[in-house]
C-alpha cells in the first residue's frame, strides 16, 4: 500500500484568525493517527476578493489520511469541519470568511468533478499556499507540476505580502 499525504490549506478572515487555524489544525490531526505537519502561521493579503475584504491568516498542513480515506470522503469531513467553525453558505465568491479548508493534494490523485479538483487547479500559482507549503513540504511536486514546491515559490513574482506572524 502507498501511502499518500493529503495537504490541506487553511485560511481565516474573520474573528480571531489565528486561534481558529490553530483550532483547525488541532481538529485536523484527529484526521490522522500519524503526527501532522503543521507550517507556520502566516499574514496575507486578501487574493481575488471583494473590495475592502480583511487580511487573511494562512496556515498549511499535512497528514497521513486513515485507511480507506478517499479524496472525496475527506473533502467531505472538511465542509462539516468549516460549518461546526461557524462558515456559511457563500453569497459572495470569495467573500470573508471564518474558515476556508481546501484540499491542495491527496497523495498523487487527481480528480475533476463538479465537486473537487485535484490537486487544487490554483495552488501552484498561490504565494499565500506555497510559501507555507514550502515549510513543510520543500521538495513536494505537485501533480502535474514538473517543478518543486520551492521552485514554484522562487517563480513567483512574489507581490502578494506574505509574512510570517
Given at each position: ?8 490549506a487553511l485560511g481565516s478572515n474573520l474573528g480571531d484568525s489565528e486561534q481558529i487555524i490553530l483550532d ?11 503526527p501532522m505537519l503543521k507550517s507556520s502561521i502566516w499574514q496575507t493579503p486578501p487574493v481575488d476578493c ?116
Amino acid at each position: 500500500m502507498k501511502i499518500q499525504m493529503a495537504i490541506i490549506a487553511l485560511g481565516s478572515n474573520l474573528g480571531d484568525s489565528e486561534q481558529i487555524i490553530l483550532d483547525a489544525m488541532a481538529r485536523l490531526q484527529l484526521f490522522s493517527d500519524a503526527p501532522m505537519l503543521k507550517s507556520s502561521i502566516w499574514q496575507t493579503p486578501p487574493v481575488d476578493c471583494p473590495p475592502d475584504s480583511p487580511k487573511f491568516v494562512n496556515a498549511v498542513a499535512g497528514f497521513i489520511p486513515r485507511e480507506n480515506e478517499t479524496p472525496e470522503l475527506l473533502l467531505k469531513k472538511l465542509l462539516e469541519l468549516e460549518m461546526e467553525f461557524g462558515r456559511a453558505s457563500k453569497t459572495i465568491l470569495n467573500e470573508p470568511r471564518i474558515l476556508d479548508l481546501d484540499l491542495i493534494v491527496f497523495g498523487n490523485e487527481t480528480r475533476n468533478s463538479p465537486e473537487l479538483i485535484l490537486p487544487h487547479p490554483r495552488a501552484h500559482l498561490r504565494e499565500f499556499v506555497l510559501q507555507p507549503l514550502s515549510e513543510i513540504a520543500p521538495e513536494l511536486i505537485l501533480p502535474g507540476q514538473g517543478i518543486t514546491v520551492s521552485q514554484l515559490l522562487a517563480a513567483l513574482p512574489g507581490d502578494e505580502m506574505v509574512r510570517r506572524l
